[in-house]
């Protein structure tokens, strides 16, 4: 019994979406497309800058600086990409998207 009611449950929520990952170094590298009105959770193996946008460029000078192993929640309120760049060693970024997250 407990089996089918945990059947039930994953078709009515979905499953989950895999994390968009990015390797990122000393230049800028984006994502794939965001969906408007979704929430994601970044996090980051080291510290690095992002920026937001239809073609963003990250830069260490000017963008935001995400911090090691801390998760961030974002709602991103246009379709666009993320960019990521180091701030001094390299690293990944995960962006996962939150089930159920949405913008009202």
Same mark, same amino acid.
């Given at each position: ?8 449950? #994953? ?8 994390? &968009? ?12 497309? !965001?969906?408007? =009105?979704? %929430?994601?959770? /970044?996090?980051?193996? $080291? #510290?690095?800058?992002? *920026? /937001? =946008?239809? $073609?963003?460029? *990250?830069?260490? *000078? ?7 192993? !801390?998760?961030? !929640?974002?709602?991103?309120? $246009?379709? =666009?990409? &993320? *960019?990521? &760049? ?5 690293? %990944?970024?995960? &962006?996962?998207?939150? !089930? =159920?997250?949405?913008?009202?």
């Amino acid at each position: 019994m407990r089996v089918s009611v945990q059947r039930r449950w #994953d078709s009515m929520i979905g499953e989950p979406e895999p994390p &968009i990952v990015i390797a990122y170094d000393g230049s800028t590298v984006s994502s794939t497309s !965001l969906l408007r =009105g979704n %929430t994601y959770m /970044f996090q980051s193996t $080291t #510290d690095c800058h992002i *920026a /937001f =946008g239809e $073609t963003p460029v *990250a830069t260490v *000078a000017n963008c935001t600086i995400l911090f090691a192993n !801390l998760p961030y !929640l974002f709602t991103y309120r $246009t379709e =666009g990409k &993320i *960019a990521a &760049i180091k701030n001094k060693a390299k690293g %990944t970024l995960y &962006i996962t998207p939150m !089930l =159920g997250a949405r913008e009202c």
